[in-house]
């Protein structure tokens, strides 16, 4: 069983920086993929970001590409997702959720590749 705790989601102005980090507990955190997805209000949950076991290999949302950023510490049990020139559009509930199966090499997985998902962190940017 592996728990994923978000945290460092807040409030903050369009243009804005967030890093978000996810907590895991269990030994076994470095042979996971990791993901990011979120979810806007009205809006089905989307994928926004996924890190390798290694952290060597990302994959990234294009509506995020080139703001957002995944890194992991396999040390500390960690995944963070550093989010830079925020939009509003990027307001949503973030999840981090955790793969055995996803490859960020072949792109994005769907929903039910991750069996271990967090309660969620709310980032809201005003405009």
């Known amino acids: 069983q592996v728990q994923l705790v978000e945290s460092g989601g807040g409030l903050v102005q369009a243009g804005g920086s967030l890093r978000l980090s996810c907590a895991t507990s269990g030994r076994t955190f470095s042979t996971y993929t990791m993901g990011w997805f979120r979810q806007a209000p009205g809006k089905e949950r989307e994928f926004v970001a996924a890190?390798?076991?290694?952290?060597?290999?990302?994959y990234y949302a294009d509506s995020v590409k080139g703001r957002f950023s995944s890194s992991r510490d396999n040390v500390k049990n960690t995944v963070y997702l550093q989010m830079n020139s925020l939009k509003p559009e990027d307001t949503a509930i973030y999840y981090c959720a955790a793969s055995r199966y996803a490859s960020p090499g072949h792109g994005s997985s769907p929903e039910n590749a991750y069996a271990y998902w967090g309660q969620g962190t709310q980032v809201t940017v005003s405009s």
């Open positions: 890190i390798s076991w290694s952290g060597g290999i990302t």
